[in-house]
């Protein structure tokens, strides 16, 4: 079965491209911006992430291909221990002040109807488990807002919570319908599993869901902190947040997945 990134690669060759366009504009603004992320670039090197598992797009630094890396976790990663291996998630979480989370299309996503019967399952997904929020598409009296987006390619993108809010975009690549919306569904509810706070279960080792070379995403920055009741150690397939995913995705949780969310929430 073919496995694939949660971001995938061919985005990075494209965003090489764009980045060394970007480089050659000369406008201050520019400059200040493609400063900042050759630093964070540089601090995650440093930090012992592969440079082939660094990119940028759309103006910001991704690590371990959907993880958003700002400048200052940059910095705080090169403050931590690099060789934590405990996992799932981050040091900062959704507030129980969050109740209800809304989930908010942008035009292009809601025009994809794959995209937007994947989302509705996606939440419904988190709906099942009765936890401290709930989810919603659009509507009113929201405690906090993720906007849904659309990206070339396959795969998607997120961040985790900062002031006990979720992070508030995910990027969802439209050429992920063409594997139907169960794969869709698996990478909307896995892009929103980071928002909430969850980090990869196999940060440790993404070889263990994507294959090639072992590789520790690290504690970048947001930290990787055991939920107790969970396995320390992934597998392919036992985790909806597996670094990589397959063609064949069912789109549901695994059982350490719903522990894992019970668990904090």
Do not use: W
Request: proline share 3%; glycine share 12%; net charge negative.
């Amino acid at each position: 079965m073919p496995m694939f990134q949660k971001m995938f690669k061919g985005a990075a060759v494209l965003v090489v491209s764009g980045s060394a366009l970007l480089a050659g504009c000369g406008t201050d603004m520019q400059a200040d911006t493609q400063g900042e992320h050759e630093e964070i670039i540089s601090n995650l090197v440093e930090a012992g992430f592969p440079a082939d598992d660094i990119m940028v797009a759309d103006g910001q630094v991704y690590v371990g291909r959907d993880a958003h890396v700002t400048l200052d976790a940059s910095r705080e990663m090169l403050q931590t221990d690099p060789h934590t291996q405990e996992q799932y998630r981050t040091t900062n979480l959704v507030s129980s002040s969050i109740s209800r989370i809304c989930i908010v299309p942008n035009a292009a996503f809601s025009n994809n109807s794959t995209l937007m019967s994947a989302l509705d399952r996606a939440i419904a997904n988190y709906n099942a488990l009765g936890l401290s929020f709930t989810m919603q598409r659009g509507g009113s009296g929201c405690s906090a807002t993720i906007s849904a987006r659309t990206m070339s390619g396959a795969g998607g993108s997120a961040g985790f919570p900062s002031g006990g809010r979720p992070y508030g975009i995910i990027n969802i690549g439209t050429g992920t319908a063409s594997y139907g919306v169960a794969v869709v569904e698996h990478v909307i509810t896995h892009e929103l599993g980071h928002c909430v706070g969850l980090r990869h279960s196999d940060y440790y080792n993404r070889s263990i869901s994507c294959g090639g070379a072992a590789t520790n995403e690290g504690s970048a920055g947001v930290g990787a902190i055991h939920i107790p009741n969970t396995p320390t150690t992934a597998t392919r397939g036992g985790s909806l947040m597996n670094s990589c995913f397959g063609s064949s995705e069912t789109g549901n949780f695994k059982s350490s997945d719903v522990t894992a969310l019970q668990t904090l929430y």
